[in-house]
């Protein structure tokens, strides 16, 4: 029941920069702030970015949010092996009155 | 140092309910909602609900029919119930809290999950 759109996977060399895209429409991302998770295999979900771009304490600054219409962007960059991970972007949504997740990316360190 | 942990049976027969309960440690209970979150094996998140310590909640739509949640602030838990259980909900569950900074809600604290098999 995802409504916000990831592409499945991405991938860069260690040093890279990379970039998941989350895709959405005006009764969520378009009228609320966006969130990032984090999910390393096999452990909960931690926060990467919340109110679209700000990073909580502890998190490096090689994580960054932007947002746009109803789009919105996390970049990864000089990636790291330790990057790996699935990455959910999150947002209310006014009609469904709940939250939304995106699809997932899987990102790879190649 | 807030600590989320769930707990319940793994394993829940199909038609019957499933019940959660998540206890918080190291932190406030009140300011904060708190949620329930599933994910099955291999696939995305899907948020269930929310409730805050004043009894405000807000379900999901798609499951809102089956879900029951409750605050026991005393003890710093707070549960949930899904009623009428089938194969498709087999997941990881979650506990959630929610805070609120800069102008917006997030996830900030999460419990390491549990797996709920239905299965008879």
């Known amino acids: 029941q995802s409504v916000l759109t990831q592409p499945p996977s991405a991938s860069g060399t260690p040093g890279q920069r990379v970039t998941i895209s989350c895709s959405g429409s005006?009764?969520?991302?378009?009228?609320?702030?966006v969130c990032w998770y984090q999910q390393l295999p096999g452990t909960a979900p931690k926060l990467l970015i919340y109110?679209?771009?700000q990073r909580p304490s502890g998190v490096p600054d090689r994580f960054s949010g932007s947002k746009s219409g109803t789009s919105a962007s996390l970049a990864i960059s000089g990636l790291r092996a330790e990057d790996e991970a699935d990455y959910y972007c999150?947002?209310?949504?006014?009609?469904?009155?709940?939250?939304?997740f995106g699809t997932g990316t899987k990102v790879t360190v190649l | 140092q807030v600590q989320l942990q769930e707990s319940g049976p793994g394993l829940v027969k199909p038609s019957e309910t499933l019940s959660l309960t998540c206890s918080v440690s190291g932190g406030s209970f009140s300011s904060y909602y708190w949620s329930w979150i599933r994910q099955p094996a291999g696939k995305g998140l899907e948020w269930i609900g929310r409730m805050y310590n004043s009894g405000n909640t807000n379900y999901n739509p798609t499951l809102k029919s089956r879900v029951t949640m409750s605050l026991d602030t005393s003890k710093k838990k707070f549960s949930l119930k899904l009623s009428s259980v089938t194969a498709a909900d087999t997941a990881f569950y979650y506990c959630?809290?929610?805070?609120?900074?800069?102008?917006?809600?997030?996830?900030?604290?999460w419990g390491q999950g549990t797996l709920v098999t239905v299965s008879s």
């Open positions: 959630a809290r929610e805070s609120y900074s800069s102008s917006s809600w997030y996830f900030d604290y």
């Open positions: 005006s009764s969520n991302i378009g009228s609320n702030y």
């Open positions: 109110t679209n771009n």
């Open positions: 999150a947002a209310w949504d006014d009609s469904l009155s709940g939250y939304v």
